[in-house]
C-alpha cells in the first residue's frame, strides 16, 4: 500500500497549475481527494479525471480569504470522509512590477490576504482533525519567501509571511505527530504568471517567462508527493533556489544580482 493510499487529502487551489498536477498525481496513488478552489466548473473537470485514476473526490468551490469558506470546507471534508490526513495549502496568486510602478496599492492587500491568511484559514480549522490523524500539513510557499525578488514585492512579502507562518507553527506542533512541510517552487509552469497583476492591479493576461525553459507542474508535482510523503521540513525545487538560500546568508549582495537576473531573463 501506498503512503497516500485511501488518505483524505485536501488541495486549496487544486483547479490550475501546480495544484492540479498534484491532484492528479495523488489520484494515481489512490488518495481519497476535495478540491478547492473557487472555479466550480474546473474543479468538476479535474474530478473526472481523478475518479478516471481510481480515486474517490469531493469537489468544493473554496474563496480561501473567507475564513468562513474555510470552515465549511473543512465541516464538509469531514462530514464525507470522516478525517483530514493532509492538508495542502497551494492557493495563491503573484504580481510583476516594480514596486514604483504600482498605482493600485490594494494589490498589498490582496496578495496577502490570497497567499498569506489563505493558508492561516484552512490551517487553523483543519488541525484539529489533522492532530487526531497525526497528519501532514503542507504550505506551497516560493523561493520568492526565502530571498528578495524584484517586481514581485506584495507576492515575496506574502510568501516570506507564509514561511515564517509555518516555521513558527512547526515548532508549537513538536510531539504533536502532525508533520509540516513547506515547499518553495522556483519558477513553474502555470497559470498563475498570466494572472499575475500589474501596476494597475489587473491581470497581465501574458506570461513574461520563457516557458519552455521551466519546470513542468507535473515535475513540481513529483517532487511535493515525494517531499510529503517522507514529511520533509522544507523542499526546494531547484538548484538555483537551494544555493540562494545558502548565498543569501554568505553573500547577499550577490544573490540580489541573481535574484535580478532571473526576473530579467525570465526563466
Known amino acids: 500500500m501506498g503512503v497516500f493510499e485511501n488518505c483524505v487529502v485536501i488541495v486549496t487551489g487544486a ?42 473526490t469531493l469537489v468544493h468551490r473554496t474563496d480561501v480569504t473567507s475564513a468562513e469558506s474555510c470552515r465549511c470546507l473543512v465541516d464538509a471534508t469531514v462530514s464525507r470522509f470522516g478525517t483530514i490526513d493532509v492538508l495542502v495549502n497551494n492557493a495563491g496568486g503573484t504580481m510583476w512590477t516594480p514596486f514604483e510602478q504600482v498605482e493600485d496599492l490594494t494589490i498589498f492587500d490582496r496578495l496577502m490576504q490570497l497567499n498569506y491568511l489563505g493558508s492561516v484559514y484552512p490551517t487553523y480549522f483543519a488541525l484539529p482533525h489533522l492532530r487526531r490523524s497525526r ?23 506574502a510568501k516570506h509571511a507564509v514561511v515564517g507562518f509555518f516555521d513558527s507553527l512547526r515548532v508549537e506542533l513538536d510531539g504533536s505527530g502532525v508533520s509540516v512541510t513547506v515547499i518553495c517552487p522556483d519558477f513553474v509552469l502555470s497559470e498563475i ?18 516557458e519552455a525553459k521551466i519546470m513542468t507542474a507535473e515535475r513540481c ?41 532571473a526576473i530579467r531573463d525570465g526563466r
Request: a positive charge; one cysteine or more; charged letters at 25%.
Open 193 to 210: 504568471h498570466r494572472r499575475a497583476l500589474g501596476g494597475d492591479g489587473r491581470p497581465l493576461g501574458r506570461s513574461p517567462l520563457q
Open 135 to 157: 497528519g501532514r500539513l503542507v504550505a506551497v510557499a516560493s523561493v520568492a519567501g526565502l530571498v528578495g525578488v524584484p517586481t514581485r514585492t506584495a507576492y515575496s512579502a
Open 15 to 56: 483547479s490550475e497549475g501546480i495544484g492540479r498536477a498534484l491532484c492528479v498525481a495523488l489520484a494515481a496513488r489512490r488518495a481519497r481527494l476535495v478540491l478547492a478552489a473557487r472555479n466550480e466548473e474546473r474543479l468538476l473537470s479535474l474530478a473526472g479525471d481523478c475518479a478516471a485514476a481510481g480515486s474517490e
Open 221 to 261: 508535482a513529483e517532487l511535493m508527493i515525494d517531499a510529503m510523503a517522507a514529511r520533509r521540513r522544507i523542499l526546494i525545487t531547484s538548484r538555483r533556489g537551494r544555493f540562494g538560500r545558502w548565498l543569501s546568508v554568505v553573500a547577499p549582495s550577490l544573490i540580489d544580482r541573481v535574484a535580478a537576473k
